[in-house]
């Protein structure tokens, strides 16, 4: 089976430039979370999607980041404007997740990142 | 805010040597997960633990949920320069079902040969 997917692996790019993240999640699973690494704050969740629906954005930093999950199969974070202090890596990670009622499975898979650099 | 506290957040071992990592809040978990990450990859899960007490073993490593599931740890015997890597446990609150976890801030651990 093929895991998470996540394109571009690496983006360079300057400063007010807009960034597309993509992030193709593993088959069946219906949760999708958005996370940024750095080494000063760690893992950090930004968003994550409930069958295609946004459940938690409070972890977005401002409004310059937007994120949307057009089908069960594809979901992107965009940053527009980006910003110098945006370089990271971002992480997609999937899950089954069942939200009424029985035991919740919280296992998550990552994909393998997209290290974003804004000069 | 639920927080999990990872501790040691560095750790520079010789291979052979054997280590424990540690994760503990102050808040309860219905679950907690291990996960592994090597340079330029996204974290990997290693185990779930599930049961308070409940005690899982992978190879050498022995991954431990508290009594209270409050806490857990990550023992390693005689560890190899494979081992190298980031070690995240991450928590599902017992308070919501959300799906959301809670990370702890990772241990770094470095295995020389």
């Known amino acids: 089976d093929a895991g998470v997917i996540q394109s571009p692996r690496h983006e360079v790019t300057e400063m007010g430039q807009e960034v597309t993240l993509r992030c193709k999640p593993i088959?069946?699973?219906?949760?999708l979370f958005w996370y940024r690494q750095t080494m000063m704050r760690g893992l950090e969740l930004l968003i994550y999607?409930?069958?295609?629906?946004?459940?938690?954005d409070s972890g977005m930093p401002e409004d310059r980041f937007s994120a949307k999950m057009p089908n069960a199969s594809f979901s992107t974070l965009k940053i527009q404007p980006s910003e110098p202090r945006d370089s990271a890596v971002y992480f997609c990670?999937?899950?089954?997740?069942?939200?009424?009622?029985?035991?919740?499975?919280?296992?998550?898979?990552f994909g393998p990142g997209t290290r974003l650099t804004v000069t | 805010t639920q927080l999990l506290e990872q501790s040691p957040q560095f750790l520079s071992i010789q291979e052979g040597e054997n280590l424990t990592v540690y994760c503990n809040s102050s808040?309860?978990?219905?679950?907690l997960q291990w996960y592994r990450q090597e340079p330029g990859e996204g974290p990997v899960l290693l185990v779930t633990?599930?049961?308070?007490?409940e005690v899982k073993k992978l190879k050498r490593l022995t991954f431990q949920f508290g009594d209270a599931r409050k806490d857990s740890s990550l023992h390693i015997t005689a560890a190899q320069p494979g081992d190298t890597g980031l070690y995240l446990c991450?928590?599902?609150?017992?308070?919501?079902?959300?799906?959301?976890?809670?990370f702890g801030q990772g241990t770094t651990l470095q295995v020389k040969p």
């Open positions: 990670a999937s899950s089954s997740l069942r939200l009424a009622g029985g035991p919740s499975s919280y296992e998550q898979y």
């Open positions: 088959s069946g699973h219906n949760s």
């Open positions: 999607f409930n069958n295609n629906v946004p459940i938690d």
């Open positions: 808040s309860v978990f219905s679950s």
């Open positions: 633990v599930v049961t308070g007490g």
């Open positions: 991450a928590g599902g609150p017992s308070s919501s079902n959300t799906g959301k976890l809670i």
